[in-house]
């Protein structure tokens, strides 16, 4: 069957590592196509040479998706076909791509999607955590007061939560979310998944911080963090006795706000008051 739509952008998921996760189906429309959009055109060459795909490409990324846009979407309305890769993975997510769909369907041009690999996905699957209600959440803020607040605002989602990490922060992150969540949520950290030193380590979210500390093999790489939500448990407790702690202690001293909050939300004193440091 013909892949040839004119004046349609398919949308292809690309392997995260291993290249034999690479459907039929999204070669074949790579081949077929008129223009490839890359988010990296030299990260995507070796992939598209070692599938025989000669297909021109362009560049579409987080520095050039609005400028570049509507010269895509021109091409579309002239009947041209265009595909939509990113560097790895599902384009979008956490990845160059929105702009240039929500332009193409305003036109009225089909989106037609060509799954595929899935960091997040890859790594809830096998994660052992609840996946019948998650949010994903991307990359944290970089800054570690930023990450923090937006931590606080996620600490009494009782879906499990997913994230991005970089390998110069990870550690960081971790110590903030057994700060923000509490030491003993339950955390899965997914590692280079698909790729030689794939590694997937399940502990909870003290321990997991101070194993990667340890082990510095495990700062090196792509991640995917993902943490249990709130339950009606000792984490959950912490959580919410945390949050409480954050408003008081901008009007009390910090001793007397732990002794507020744990009195209100039954958390561990100890564990409030060690956070204000």
């Not at 690999?117 to 994660?127: D, E, G, P, R």
């Not at 923090?148 to 970089?166: P, V």
């Not at 006795?241 to 002794?259: D, N, T």
């Amino acid at each position: 069957m013909s892949h040839e739509q004119p004046g349609c952008l398919w949308v292809v998921a690309t392997p995260i590592g291993h290249r034999d996760d690479f459907s039929v189906r999204a070669v074949e429309t790579l081949r077929s196509v008129d223009v490839i959009a890359c988010e990296d055109t030299r990260h995507s060459r070796p992939l598209l040479m070692h599938y025989n795909i000669a297909t021109p490409q362009i560049a579409l990324h987080e520095h050039n998706e609005r400028d570049a846009v509507d010269a895509i979407i021109q091409r579309m309305l002239r009947g041209e076909s265009v595909a939509l890769i990113s560097d790895a993975g599902t384009p979008l997510i956490s990845d160059p791509g929105y702009r240039l769909v929500r332009a193409a369907r305003a036109a009225g041009i089909k989106c037609v999607p060509v799954p595929g690999a899935c960091a997040a996905i890859a790594a809830l699957s096998v994660s052992g955590l609840p996946s019948d209600r998650f949010v994903f959440e991307g990359f944290l803020p970089p800054k570690s007061s930023a990450r923090k607040a937006r931590l606080q605002e996620l600490a009494g989602d009782t879906r499990t939560l997913i994230f991005y990490e970089s390998s110069h922060r990870v550690a960081e992150s971790l110590a903030d979310m057994a700060e923000v969540f509490g030491a003993e949520r339950e955390a899965v950290l997914a590692r280079e998944l698909t790729k030689l030193f794939e590694t997937v380590l399940g502990e909870p979210l003290g321990e997991l911080a101070r194993h990667v500390v340890r082990d510095t093999d495990q700062q090196k790489g792509e991640f995917v963090l993902m943490v249990r939500g709130r339950g009606e448990d000792a984490d959950g407790r912490v959580a919410e006795g945390l949050r409480v702690f954050g408003i008081l202690k901008e009007e009390l001293p910090p001793a007397k706000a732990a002794k507020l909050a744990a009195a209100i939300t039954g958390a561990p004193r100890k564990a409030l008051y060690g956070s204000g440091d």
